[in-house]
């Protein structure tokens, strides 16, 4: 039993701005720490976290055989290989959107309350059905947005729904970030994003091409020992929730060449 | 015996009887300490003579509990202070001022609509009077009033004001950066240099287009 379960919604409203490459990421951070934690794929219409996770040749059963209750809920959980501090419960088939209401989502996020000292819920992108039922799962969320107009309106929406849902604390990371674009004022500032959006900012994650490799492997970035910043950023979020004071990165300071670097320091400090 | 929890009542003097300044040391020796709501009556009180009000309570055990007042610059000023605030309209009768309070009266004067917090996007706020909200309307909310909107906060979204066809409504916010403004059937696309730090501004229709400009007192008072 574990009385003081986080029970986090990872969600964005937009689909595709990196949710479940952050549940994916964050869960192995989390268990890397020691922690019991369980990613719950709430996306049941597209599924892919067990892809992500590398996990989709071990599932037999479901959270839906789990809700019929023709199998017990540690049946269903897929431990990761290497780091058995992670579970897995699978989404069940597209079909399961028809019945699921609500109170199911909660009924499983209860039963993994119990077991898990992190219970982190894959969202479906939207704010329909999909999303209606894995808010009630959670009891405090992780809103993920790229520093893009459009997604960061789509965010506002959804930290509108999450207010009205009574779901707090709701902290934001800030993913895809590009140094050279925010510099030259291509893109949004994290200060843009963070003076609409008034949540605390959890992380920011620059764009980073190991992302896509290691998604393509099915092994989470933060697996391997990898020192690539995105890597870096998901462990530091995952301790920032342990309650360590990391500082944030600064993205005027990142992603600049050695040579840029000592450029830099000669300048600060001859000049 | 005195039911403590009672709410007492400190009832400032007309505007034209005394300065409720000068009345207060009077009124203040009668207050029992225990929380106590304030009725400003007709003066127009900002937010420093609030708080000075509040203050002097305070030393004397007095908590304000509530506001009420005839003029909506009070009411402004109270409401940012966070304190519950009724718009008394003159003639009697007390209007209560919350977000639930919505059913259409057309005996009763317009009524002034308070809403607390943010709208963020696809969230509408709408009233059938003036709407005063405490918070920002960010890009993609809208915000709607048969009377004025206020907005003690940024204007982001969109924003329109006599929507039944009031031209002589405005629109007026510590930020006024809206995509979109509306007056009546008038439309015009917010300005896109940046807001002068420290002011409200104000926009009303002349001469058939709408107007920005820095806010003036009087828009409160009208
Ligand atoms: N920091 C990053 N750098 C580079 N690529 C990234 C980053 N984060 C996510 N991506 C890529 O973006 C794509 C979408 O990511 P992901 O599937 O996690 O998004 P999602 O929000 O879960 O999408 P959906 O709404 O469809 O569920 C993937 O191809 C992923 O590899
Ligand atoms: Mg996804």
Redesign the pocket.
């Known amino acids: 039993m574990a009385p003081t379960t986080r029970t986090i919604l990872i969600c964005?409203g937009?689909?595709?701005?990196?949710?479940?490459?952050?549940?994916?990421n964050l869960g192995i951070a989390l268990a890397r720490l020691g922690v019991n934690t369980v990613v719950l794929d709430a996306?049941f219409g597209?599924r892919?976290l067990d892809l992500?996770l590398g996990l989709e040749n071990r599932i037999v059963y479901t959270a839906q055989e789990v809700l019929a209750e023709n199998c017990r809920l540690d049946q269903a959980l897929v431990k990761h290989k290497q780091e058995p501090n992670l579970s897995l419960l699978p989404a069940g088939n597209p079909r399961m959107l028809e019945w699921l209401k609500p109170e199911d989502m909660q009924r499983i996020a209860t039963m993994l309350a119990e077991q898990f000292n992190y219970v982190l819920i894959?969202?479906?992108?939207?704010i329909e059905d999909g999303f209606k039922n894995a808010v009630a799962a959670a009891k405090e969320a992780i809103v993920?947005t790229?520093p893009e107009v459009s997604a960061v309106r789509d965010a506002d929406r959804v930290i509108g729904l999450l207010n009205t849902h009574g779901v707090k604390p709701i902290q934001l990371v800030l993913?895809?970030?590009r140094p050279k674009m925010m510099a030259n004022q291509e893109m949004l500032a994290a200060d843009d994003v963070t003076d609409i959006l008034a949540l605390p900012l959890l992380g920011l994650?620059?764009?980073?091409?190991?992302?896509?490799v290691?998604?393509?492997r099915g092994e989470p970035l933060t697996l391997s020992n990898s020192k690539t910043p995105?890597a870096r950023?998901y462990s530091n979020i995952a301790r920032r929730l342990q309650g360590e004071d990391i500082p944030l990165i600064d993205p005027a300071k990142e992603g600049l060449g050695l040579r840029d670097k000592m450029w830099r320091l000669m300048q600060t400090k001859i000049f | 015996m005195e039911v403590s929890d009672e709410i007492q009542r400190l009832t400032l003097p007309w505007c034209r009887e005394a300065h409720w300044w000068d009345s207060l040391p009077a009124k203040l020796n009668q207050l029992e300490p225990r929380p106590t709501e304030l009725d400003c009556r007709d003066w127009r009180l900002g937010c420093r003579d609030l708080q000075q009000l509040s203050e002097l309570l305070e030393k004397t055990g007095v908590t304000l509990t509530r506001i009420h007042a005839n003029f909506r610059e009070t009411i402004v000023s109270a409401a940012a202070l966070g304190y519950q605030s009724y718009l008394e309209p003159q003639q009697g009768s007390h209007t209560k001022v919350t977000s639930t309070d919505t059913q259409p009266n057309p005996n009763t004067p317009p009524r002034l609509l308070f809403h607390e917090g943010t709208l963020r996007s696809g969230d509408h706020l709408s009233a059938e009077g003036d709407v005063l909200l405490l918070g920002d309307v960010n890009p993609g909310a809208r915000i709607s009033a048969g009377g004025d909107v206020m907005v003690w906060g940024r204007l982001r979204g969109v924003a329109h004001a006599g929507q039944d066809g009031d031209t002589q409504a405005k629109i007026v916010a510590l930020q006024l950066r809206p995509l979109q403004l509306r007056i009546a059937d008038a439309v015009a696309r917010g300005p896109e240099d940046q807001p002068q730090p420290g002011l409200a501004e104000e926009a009303r229709i002349e001469g058939g287009t709408i107007m920005i400009e820095p806010a003036r007192a009087k828009t409160f008072n009208s």
């Open positions: 964005s937009k689909g595709g701005v990196g949710k479940t490459t952050l549940t994916a996306d597209l892919n992500l894959d969202c479906p992108a939207g993920i790229t993913n895809r970030v994650v620059l764009e980073d091409e190991q992302v896509i290691s998604t393509n995105a950023a």
